[in-house]
């Protein structure tokens, strides 16, 4: 029993030491081209603490991807910028306020700075990418962690987040182990993992009541509701990576509970008005 147990325990390690240290290519977002969007960042993390989040790009571990760059969002447990929510729109001093480091989030997520902005006509985009859970032991088992995965909110670049919030909101979250989007379980627990996944969100963005949202999983239309408002405020933002926080899914969080370390991988990822014209178009798939 002994014998079997050292094995098991080497043999975990040997995997997670196969996908951590892997090829490492960046830890610049904006290595990576993604349409329509001109720029990103690191969200919530202030400059200064930019060298201590846990965002690499990194040559395909997997031997799968359609791409040979991938992207490693890997938030170690306790990890925290101090940027604070909004602080900006807000005009609230930087590091003060709410912040993930005083709110018990885990956040690693690639943001837009907007590139959406949204005017009196309706506007339509397109937005896909691939996406890839490790199987390996221990990641995203823990039933209190359940992150976002992408998120597109709306906000004012002047007047505050406290006027009307950002609503409305489409997300996607990985949720009792499966994938959710719009109420929607669209993969299952049991194709969750090990698997590239693609996903793509064709969203016509107005402030009339003729929006809609689409999501295509894995090329089959998954989400499709139309006829309502999709925009309320002036610009849309766009983040994707990993977001926990203990307010999502009204859990009750054992007292001094923190979001373990995890991974996740995205690859493709971009943004723009056509289909044919995402990059997760442009390659075969797999």
Same mark, same amino acid.
């Given at each position: 029993?002994?014998?079997?147990?050292?094995?098991?325990?080497?043999?975990?390690?040997?995997?997670?030491? $196969?996908?951590?240290?892997?090829?490492?290519?960046?830890? +610049? !977002?904006?290595?990576?081209?993604?349409?329509?969007? +001109?720029?990103? *960042?690191?969200?919530?993390?202030?400059?200064?603490?930019?060298?201590?989040? $846990?965002?690499?790009?990194?040559?395909? !571990?997997?031997?799968?991807?359609?791409?040979?760059?991938?992207?490693?969002?890997? !938030?170690?447990?306790?990890?925290?910028?101090?940027? @604070? *929510?909004?602080?900006?729109?807000? $005009?609230?001093?930087?590091?003060?306020?709410?912040?993930?480091?005083?709110?018990n989030r885990l956040r690693l997520e690639v943001a837009s700075s907007g590139d959406i902005r949204i005017g009196k006509k309706a506007k339509e985009i397109w937005v896909g990418y691939y996406f890839y859970v490790p199987n390996i032991p221990g990641n995203l088992e823990d039933k209190f962690l359940q992150p976002y995965i992408t998120q597109f909110y709306s906000i004012n670049r002047k007047g505050g987040q406290t006027v009307g919030g950002y609503a409305p909101q489409f997300s996607a979250s990985i949720y009792n182990?499966?994938?959710?989007?719009?109420?929607? *379980?669209?993969?299952?627990?049991?194709?969750?993992? @090990?698997k590239w996944h693609k996903v793509e969100f064709n969203i016509r963005y107005s402030k009339k009541y003729d929006g809609f949202i689409k999501v295509y999983i894995n090329n089959e239309l998954k989400v499709n509701r139309s006829g309502f408002k999709t925009a309320s405020h002036d610009y849309v933002d766009i983040k994707y990576g990993t977001y926990s926080h203990p307010e999502y899914g009204g859990a009750m969080y054992p007292e001094g509970y923190q979001f373990p370390s995890h991974t996740i991988y995205f690859a493709g990822f971009s943004l723009s008005n056509e289909r044919k014209k995402l990059l997760v178009s442009k390659i075969q798939q797999i």
């Amino acid at each position: 029993m002994k014998k079997l147990v050292t094995f098991y325990i080497n043999a975990t390690f040997f995997m997670m030491i $196969n996908f951590v240290f892997a090829d490492i290519v960046s830890k +610049d !977002p904006n290595y990576l081209k993604r349409g329509k969007i +001109d720029k990103v *960042h690191i969200a919530n993390y202030l400059k200064k603490e930019l060298g201590k989040h $846990n965002y690499t790009i990194i040559k395909d !571990p997997t031997g799968t991807s359609p791409f040979k760059l991938i992207e490693n969002f890997s !938030p170690r447990k306790g990890d925290c910028g101090t940027a @604070g *929510h909004f602080w900006r729109e807000n $005009n609230v001093k930087i590091g003060t306020g709410t912040t993930d480091c005083n709110s018990n989030r885990l956040r690693l997520e690639v943001a837009s700075s907007g590139d959406i902005r949204i005017g009196k006509k309706a506007k339509e985009i397109w937005v896909g990418y691939y996406f890839y859970v490790p199987n390996i032991p221990g990641n995203l088992e823990d039933k209190f962690l359940q992150p976002y995965i992408t998120q597109f909110y709306s906000i004012n670049r002047k007047g505050g987040q406290t006027v009307g919030g950002y609503a409305p909101q489409f997300s996607a979250s990985i949720y009792n182990g499966k994938l959710s989007i719009e109420g929607n *379980h669209v993969i299952d627990e049991k194709n969750l993992k @090990g698997k590239w996944h693609k996903v793509e969100f064709n969203i016509r963005y107005s402030k009339k009541y003729d929006g809609f949202i689409k999501v295509y999983i894995n090329n089959e239309l998954k989400v499709n509701r139309s006829g309502f408002k999709t925009a309320s405020h002036d610009y849309v933002d766009i983040k994707y990576g990993t977001y926990s926080h203990p307010e999502y899914g009204g859990a009750m969080y054992p007292e001094g509970y923190q979001f373990p370390s995890h991974t996740i991988y995205f690859a493709g990822f971009s943004l723009s008005n056509e289909r044919k014209k995402l990059l997760v178009s442009k390659i075969q798939q797999i």
